[in-house]
């Protein structure tokens, strides 16, 4: 039997460290927490984590400069806590690499079904894909995906770290090459909700992919924006099994 998913709350408000660690320990998972970046870099060798929830807002170091910390640490899912009010550090977040937010004042279910969906999709059990017979590899453009391991290979062969996150995109944008998604069609597969009129969320994971396949943001010839409707993979995919 695995062990229950160990997650790390990194918040400076004891009163929601407190409530989150009682409320996910009764769903079943493991959790560690800390007041500041400090205790987060002390714990972080500690144990082996599955994914962290990190406030934006914190005296001292912010949570964009520990989000940029444990990048380079490795790429554990990250879920960040941020108020309404601070949408450009959201963005930065997301640029970083964070997997999902969730704006406060929040419900602890709300954020537990974000935790979920984010474990799903970093476990590969996302459910985003259509349901046939993985390919051993899938190739556009020269590029290569591996899905069985989750591993993305350049031209050259070399491979190109991803993020849970952009790894379900690319994969949803392969999977439905030359058809155009819609920002509403991709937040909703991703995240399950519908993307608010200032939610620049899956335009910051489009820019971020982009740049991780040197697809040029200003001329892009792989992943290309529709005026008003979407993006779409503008590439031939062939499947081998």
């Known amino acids: ?14 009163e929601i460290r407190d409530l989150l660690s009682k409320f996910l320990e009764k769903q079943g998972f493991r959790i560690s927490a800390a007041r500041d970046g400090r205790e987060a870099r002390r714990l972080w060798p500690l144990g082996r984590y599955h994914l962290v929830v990190l406030d934006l807002m914190m005296p001292g170091e912010s949570g964009l400069d520990v989000a940029r910390w444990l990048r380079g640490q490795s790429d554990v899912p990250i879920v960040m806590l941020t ?7 959201r963005i930065v977040g997301l640029e970083l690499g964070a997997d999902d937010y969730v704006a ?42 591996e899905p069985a391991r989750r591993r993305l290979l350049n031209p050259e062969g070399v491979e190109v770290p991803l993020t849970g996150g952009e790894y379900e995109l690319l994969m949803l944008l392969v999977d439905r090459a030359n058809r155009v998604l819609t920002r509403d069609m991709l937040m909703d597969l991703l995240r399950g909700r ?9 335009d910051v994971a489009v820019s971020r992919l ?27 995919v062939e499947r081998t099994g």
Do not use: C
């Open 210 to 236: 982009r740049r991780k396949l040197e697809d040029d943001g200003r001329n892009p010839n792989l992943i290309k924006t529709v005026r008003g409707g979407g993006y779409v993979l503008a590439a031939t």
């Open 194 to 202: 519908q993307a608010g009129p200032f939610d620049r969320a899956i």
């Open 1 to 14: 039997m695995e062990p229950a998913p160990h997650i790390l709350i990194v918040d400076d408000d004891r």
């Open 83 to 89: 108020a309404m009010s601070e949408e450009t550090d």
């Open 104 to 145: 406060k004042p929040f419900n602890p279910r709300e954020l537990l079904a974000r935790i979920r969906a984010v474990l799903r999709r970093a476990s590969g059990e996302g459910g985003t894909t259509p349901k046939e017979p993985p390919a051993k590899a899938i190739r556009f453009s020269g590029w290569e995906l």
